[in-house]
């Protein structure tokens, strides 16, 4: 299993009722495809080796004897061609007087379990009750099924020989019950539930479906992998259009087209999913009696079908300024509230004119809207320093005013200069103490600006720079509430953007000034031109590489070898490698060398998964060494 990802998929095969040696050829074809392709775990419809609108043919010995005998064929002739690959085909299955509506488990040449359906509909179109026996607990281990001896049960799991991955199984209706077998699979230890179904299609079901099939990954943190009926199925009262979903952890992965026929494939990430259980304090896992029948299935399967977005804290798609409206609530919100709650008569930032202090200023302002106050209660400070450009300076002044803020202008640079004296600094030497007394003096401004006029300190860090530990400790690392503390760089600027264009107006005329300027700390006088000369990124490195670096490592749990293959997966076109592995092992550097800043941050509002608070959800001692991660780091570093 490389970096913890499984590659599996849900087929659709076109296939004829009650035609049982075309569905065996039908699925043989499609096996062989699967696993050229690659597939690991391989998932067919309910009762494909005859189809689910079989109706009282399931009566019919006929019928019957073929599917047990085709269940047998295909175990054998697929191991010839196909022996690492798992896959579950759908049959009915004679077990003493009754009839039950089984998947077939088959691996190398073998089947390896039998697992019935637990949940039977009997309503509307469905009469599965007429023929069919409901499932049981526990498991016959000596079921006598197509010449050989085969475990015949619910509690089932399919193990890999490596011992990582387990498989289990539903049929259909099971996931549309209140007491799904899913649970149980996943508190046993699954982190992949197939679910071989054959759901007829109605208007709006297919939504529906996908919502449950979601609610299912999330709720039992695992992957789900669904394999419907297609058009080969009985159009005499409903029709199967073959809706195939790959569904992890609450998202959905990937899904076929209604009527398409052509299924859905991906890669399940088993590591991250471990990691989500062994975090989750709530997930108490349970055996309960379950058999577990290993094969060989897992390899060394290459992401090829996943999408791995290079900027996974940005809201992408057709909700994304939906999401971006939300993030906007949830710090305005969350500044009203600490506003109303100190009895603050007015909100002091610190503007600059960069990202950051802008959409504090944006928040603010709506802030101001929900506490009943004038946003004239805003005192927006501009402190020009040593580095600061005409441009941003413009823009430092003119956000505030298109906001209706009160702008204050007071120039730090005399200051710094009367305390490089008093601390006998050569202000010639352009060193970490002339950059961080313009930070510390532009903090100090604002904190008595704060007292004077019975307000607080808004601070405007964001996630990625707590990261890194790019802010002065004491300085811009201070304030008395942080509202963009959980927003990371990369989306910072899509906040924006998105806030001045609701805006509209000069608003949105200065915030597209404000994202055509370089990120910048500006602590370094211009160059000849003019220009900035101290430039973040080149310091640094790029913000979109440590938003990804951050948040798998964190969210997902990814060591540093996971997070460069990710990255190179997700930036190959962008970054070489060596580039990549550069600012991976800067950024574990920076990340544990700067904890103690983060340990002492100011309150702050959560706005998604990853945040970094001492109070919230990191806990991290602030002298833990980086020696394992770096060494990682500098291996992969040293392998090209």
Same mark, same amino acid.
């Given at each position: 299993?490389?970096?913890?990802?499984?590659?599996?998929?849900?087929?659709?095969?076109?296939?004829?009722?009650?035609?049982?040696?075309?569905?065996?050829?039908?699925?043989?074809?499609?096996?062989?495809?699967?696993?050229?392709?690659?597939?690991?775990?391989?998932?067919?419809?309910?009762?494909?080796?005859?189809?689910?609108?079989?109706?009282?043919?399931?009566?019919?010995?006929?019928?019957?004897?073929?599917?047990?005998?085709?269940?047998?064929?295909?175990?054998?002739?697929?191991?010839?061609?196909?022996?690492?690959?798992?896959?579950?085909?759908?049959?009915?299955?004679?077990?003493?007087?009754?009839?039950?509506?089984?998947?077939?488990?088959?691996?190398?040449?073998?089947?390896?379990?039998?697992?019935?359906?637990?949940?039977?509909?009997?309503?509307?179109?469905?009469?599965?009750?007429?023929?069919?026996?409901?499932?049981?607990?526990?498991?016959?281990?000596?079921?006598?099924?197509?010449?050989?001896?085969?475990?015949?049960?619910?509690?089932?799991?399919?193990?890999?020989?490596?011992?990582?991955?387990?498989?289990?199984?539903?049929?259909?209706?099971?996931?549309?019950?209140?007491?799904?077998?899913?649970?149980?699979?996943?508190?046993?230890?699954?982190?992949?539930?197939?679910?071989?179904?054959?759901?007829?299609?109605?208007?709006?079901?297919?939504?529906?479906?996908? %919502? =449950?099939? !979601?609610?299912? $990954?999330?709720?039992? @943190?695992?992957?789900?992998?669904? #394999? *419907?009926?297609? /058009?080969?199925?009985?159009?005499?009262?409903?029709?199967?259009?073959?809706?195939?979903?790959?569904?992890?952890?609450?998202?959905?992965?990937?899904?076929?087209?209604?009527?398409?026929?052509?299924?859905?494939?991906?890669?399940?990430?088993?590591?991250?999913?471990?990691?989500?259980?062994?975090?989750?304090?709530?997930?108490?896992?349970?055996?309960?009696?379950?058999?577990?029948?290993?094969?060989?299935?897992?390899?060394?399967?290459?992401? %090829? =079908?996943? !999408?791995?977005? $290079?900027?996974?804290? @940005?809201?992408?798609?057709?909700? #994304? *300024?939906?999401? /971006?409206?939300?993030?906007?609530?949830?710090?305005?919100?969350?500044?009203?509230?600490?506003?109303?709650?100190?009895?603050?008569?007015?909100?002091?930032?610190?503007?600059?004119?960069?990202?950051?202090?802008?959409?504090?200023?944006?928040?603010?302002?709506?802030?101001?809207?929900?506490?009943?106050?004038?946003?004239?209660?805003?005192?927006?400070?501009?402190?020009?320093?040593?580095?600061?450009?005409?441009?941003?300076?413009?823009?430092?002044?003119?956000?505030?005013?298109?906001?209706?803020?009160? @702008?204050?202008?007071?120039?730090?640079? *005399?200051?710094?200069?009367?305390?490089?004296?008093?601390?006998?600094?050569?202000?010639?030497?352009?060193?970490?103490?002339?950059?961080?007394?313009?930070?510390?003096?532009?903090?100090?401004?604002?904190?008595?600006?704060?007292?004077?006029?019975?307000?607080?300190?808004?601070?405007?860090?964001?996630?990625?720079?707590?990261?890194?530990?790019?802010?002065?400790?004491?300085?811009?690392?201070?304030?008395?509430?942080?509202?963009?503390?959980?927003?990371?760089?990369?989306?910072?600027?899509?906040?924006?953007?998105?806030?001045?264009?609701?805006?509209?107006?000069?608003?949105?005329?200065?915030?597209?000034?404000?994202?055509?300027?370089?990120?910048?700390?500006?602590?370094?006088?211009?160059?000849?031109?003019?220009?900035?000369?101290?430039?973040?990124?080149?310091?640094?490195?790029?913000?979109?590489?440590?938003?990804?670096?951050?948040?798998?490592?964190?969210?997902?749990?990814?060591?540093?070898?996971?997070?460069?293959?990710?990255?190179?997966?997700?930036?190959?076109?962008?970054?070489?490698?060596?580039?990549?592995?550069?600012?991976?092992?800067?950024?574990?550097?920076?990340?544990?060398?700067?904890?103690?800043?983060?340990?002492?941050?100011?309150?702050?509002?959560?706005?998604?998964?990853?945040?970094?608070?001492?109070?919230?959800?990191?806990?991290?001692?602030?002298?833990?060494?980086?020696?394992?991660?770096?060494?990682?780091?500098?291996?992969?570093?040293?392998?090209?």
């Amino acid at each position: 299993m490389k970096y913890g990802f499984v590659k599996v998929a849900a087929a659709s095969p076109d296939l004829r009722v009650a035609d049982v040696k075309a569905n065996v050829e039908a699925i043989l074809c499609e096996v062989k495809k699967q696993a050229e392709a690659g597939t690991e775990v391989l998932v067919f419809p309910e009762l494909s080796l005859c189809g689910y609108t079989c109706g009282d043919l399931f009566f019919d010995d006929t019928l019957l004897s073929a599917t047990e005998n085709a269940a047998a064929y295909l175990a054998e002739e697929s191991g010839k061609f196909a022996e690492h690959i798992l896959f579950f085909v759908g049959l009915p299955v004679r077990k003493g007087s009754a009839l039950y509506n089984c998947a077939a488990a088959i691996c190398g040449g073998k089947i390896l379990a039998l697992i019935p359906k637990s949940a039977l509909p009997n309503y509307c179109e469905f009469y599965e009750q007429r023929y069919f026996t409901e499932a049981c607990g526990g498991v016959d281990r000596e079921f006598s099924f197509a010449g050989g001896i085969v475990p015949f049960g619910r509690e089932i799991l399919i193990g890999d020989t490596n011992g990582d991955t387990f498989v289990a199984c539903e049929i259909c209706e099971d996931l549309w019950v209140a007491d799904s077998p899913a649970e149980a699979h996943a508190l046993a230890g699954a982190q992949i539930i197939v679910n071989l179904s054959a759901s007829d299609e109605t208007v709006g079901k297919a939504e529906y479906r996908r %919502s =449950l099939i !979601k609610a299912a $990954s999330g709720r039992c @943190v695992c992957a789900y992998v669904y #394999a *419907d009926a297609g /058009k080969g199925e009985s159009t005499t009262d409903c029709v199967f259009a073959g809706h195939c979903l790959i569904a992890e952890n609450g998202g959905i992965l990937n899904e076929s087209e209604l009527f398409s026929g052509s299924g859905a494939a991906s890669e399940i990430d088993v590591g991250f999913l471990t990691h989500e259980r062994r975090k989750l304090t709530t997930f108490r896992p349970k055996d309960d009696g379950y058999l577990r029948v290993f094969a060989s299935f897992v390899g060394d399967a290459d992401l %090829s =079908l996943r !999408k791995i977005e $290079s900027m996974p804290f @940005v809201p992408c798609g057709e909700k #994304a *300024d939906e999401r /971006k409206e939300l993030i906007l609530s949830l710090q305005s919100q969350a500044l009203a509230r600490r506003l109303t709650h100190t009895h603050a008569a007015c909100a002091v930032i610190g503007v600059s004119g960069g990202l950051d202090s802008s959409l504090a200023l944006l928040v603010a302002a709506r802030a101001m809207d929900i506490c009943g106050k004038k946003r004239s209660d805003i005192i927006a400070v501009s402190m020009p320093g040593f580095g600061t450009s005409e441009k941003t300076l413009q823009s430092s002044l003119a956000l505030p005013e298109s906001l209706g803020a009160t @702008v204050k202008t007071i120039p730090v640079s *005399d200051l710094v200069m009367r305390h490089f004296e008093d601390i006998g600094h050569d202000s010639a030497v352009r060193n970490v103490t002339y950059e961080n007394a313009q930070a510390r003096a532009r903090t100090y401004n604002l904190m008595d600006l704060a007292n004077e006029y019975g307000g607080i300190v808004v601070g405007t860090g964001d996630l990625s720079e707590l990261a890194l530990g790019w802010c002065t400790y004491n300085g811009d690392h201070m304030s008395m509430y942080g509202v963009n503390s959980g927003v990371p760089k990369t989306l910072i600027r899509h906040l924006a953007e998105y806030e001045g264009r609701r805006i509209g107006g000069k608003t949105k005329r200065v915030i597209g000034t404000i994202l055509a300027t370089e990120i910048s700390p500006e602590l370094l006088p211009p160059d000849e031109n003019g220009h900035i000369a101290q430039k973040t990124e080149d310091l640094v490195g790029p913000y979109e590489l440590h938003d990804f670096f951050l948040y798998h490592a964190l969210r997902r749990g990814a060591s540093p070898r996971k997070v460069f293959y990710l990255a190179e997966y997700a930036f190959g076109k962008k970054y070489d490698k060596k580039t990549i592995a550069k600012w991976l092992k800067n950024f574990y550097k920076r990340f544990f060398a700067q904890q103690f800043k983060r340990s002492c941050m100011p309150d702050g509002v959560k706005i998604g998964s990853v945040t970094l608070s001492p109070r919230a959800d990191f806990r991290m001692p602030s002298d833990a060494f980086a020696s394992l991660w770096i060494e990682e780091a500098e291996e992969i570093e040293r392998s090209f």
